[in-house]
């Protein structure tokens, strides 16, 4: 049976969520946002500066109605821009910070000077890793941009979190599939600390795994067809 994921945020002010694009981070970011804001002042910095397709700053009204504040700045083409106030905001003893990063070393860049910060023991950094997509399909795809990320970064600790999903159709076993997936592939070098999985089938996954496992609420616009 499944963990609280709080098991592994319990005690942590900073909150980073760094991982390749499409791993989900942004969803994340917002629903521990969106949860964390119910007991705390949220700082919500989004630093996503790759071009995304999905940027949590499109769910600024989730946001606001929650009570975080969202910290971003308009990207003009492809001209990368810093977020202001982020120190100020890690160094603030009565907020919880939390910064949606970039999905790679060019977006993890950014973060390197706020490293003292980051490093600290009230900060956690979460990377996310989807197995279902290419550039997460095995064990030198995860290196290669999680090394590269760390270098740029300068962060010294981490933790791994498996978000295993194919979208809006994937079941509990496709889930429990891509935990071991992930497992297999990583957890010689390093272990996986928790998990998400969409809250439909929140209930059923639960049963199929012993890790800290979060409900994620789908924020942000998607577009599919039923037919």
């Given amino acids: 049976m499944a963990q609280p994921f709080e098991k592994i945020i319990a005690g ?104 003292m910060f980051l490093n600290r023991e009230d900060a956690v950094v979460l990377y996310v890793v989807n197995p279902y997509r290419p550039w997460s399909r095995d064990v030198e795809s ?10 740029v970064s300068h962060l010294k600790k981490f933790h791994i979190i498996s978000n295993p999903n194919l979208g809006f159709e994937t079941t509990a076993e496709e889930f429990a599939a891509g935990i071991d997936k992930t497992r297999r592939m990583l957890e010689q070098y390093v272990p996986v600390e928790g998990a998400c999985v969409r809250e439909e089938i929140f209930d059923a996954a639960a049963g199929l795994t012993e890790l800290p496992l979060l409900p994620v609420r789908l924020y942000l616009k998607y577009e599919w067809n039923e037919n």
């Fill in 142 to 151: 995860v290196d290669g941009t999680l090394s590269a990320i760390l270098r």
């Fill in 12 to 115: 942590k002010r900073n909150i980073v969520l760094l991982g390749e694009a499409g791993c989900g981070k942004s969803e994340i970011a917002l629903n521990l946002a969106v949860k964390l804001s119910q007991s705390a002042q949220v700082d919500f910095f989004d630093m996503d500066q790759t071009k995304p397709l999905y940027r949590s700053r499109d769910a600024r009204r989730t946001l606001e109605s929650a009570g975080a504040h969202l910290h971003c700045e308009e990207q003009f083409y492809d001209a990368p821009t810093m977020v202001g106030g982020v120190s100020e905001s890690l160094n603030d003893m009565n907020a919880v910070t939390i910064m949606d990063v970039g999905g790679n070393d060019t977006g993890a860049r950014m973060i390197g000077g706020f490293s």
